[in-house]
Each structure stands twice: as structure tokens, then as C-alpha cells.
């Protein structure tokens, strides 16, 4: 496959999308052109709404990557010592153990955390 470069992009309404919005309306959301140089290839493309539905954000969900903090008992040294081979790192301030959300899924450690960070 050639790499294909992409010199404009037109909403509709700007000139030269009148025919395709005359046949696709509402549904088109914009062209593009690009070329490829090594074919010397100019194609104009399209891209359309084929599908819509409701959709609400999942409030309740927690980022992959959003830093949380976990409680973890002075004497559990072993669970300790596998938050800090996950990154874990130890925060004074909240006495708590802070580390991304994925790592505490992936321990199983879901049931101890304290408060997500913004």
C-alpha cells in the first residue's frame, strides 16, 4: 500500500461539495483529497454517518490510566512489594499506596482503593 497524502478537507456547504451534498445530505460529514505521488493518483474521498444512536458517557468508569490510591496494611509486605513492581509509589500525604488503575485491576486490589486523583 502506497502512503497517500491528504491536501484538503471540506466541510459541506464550501465549494465543490454541492453535488455530494444534493446525493448524501445530512449524512455527509466531509471530502477529502488526497494524492498519491508514486501513482500521480488524485482520489476524493468521502465520509458519511451510516449509523447513529444514543449514547451516554459512562461516568462511573475509571480511566486505564488514571492514578488511584490504595490502602495497604504496614504488615503486608508481599502485596507491598508487588504494588511497587507494578510502579506503585508511596504517598505521605494520603498514607496510601498510588498507582494507575490498570495495575490495581490487574492485582485484584479493586476492593482497597481510596480516592480517584482528577
Known sequence: MTTMETKRKLMPGQPGTKKLIEKYG???????????????????TIELIVEEGHWEK????????????????????????????????????KRAWELPYRAVVAL????????AEN
Open 108 to 115: 485484584g486490589l479493586t476492593d482497597r482503593i481510596l480516592v
Open 58 to 93: 459512562d461516568s462511573k468508569k475509571i480511566p486505564q490510566n488514571k492514578k488511584v490510591y490504595v490502602r495497604i496494611a504496614y504488615d503486608e509486605i508481599y502485596l507491598r512489594n508487588l504494588v511497587k513492581d507494578s510502579g506503585g509509589k508511596w504517598n505521605r500525604q
Open 26 to 44: 445530512e449524512k455527509l460529514i466531509c471530502v477529502r483529497y488526497r494524492y498519491d505521488p508514486k501513482q500521480k493518483r488524485k482520489i476524493k
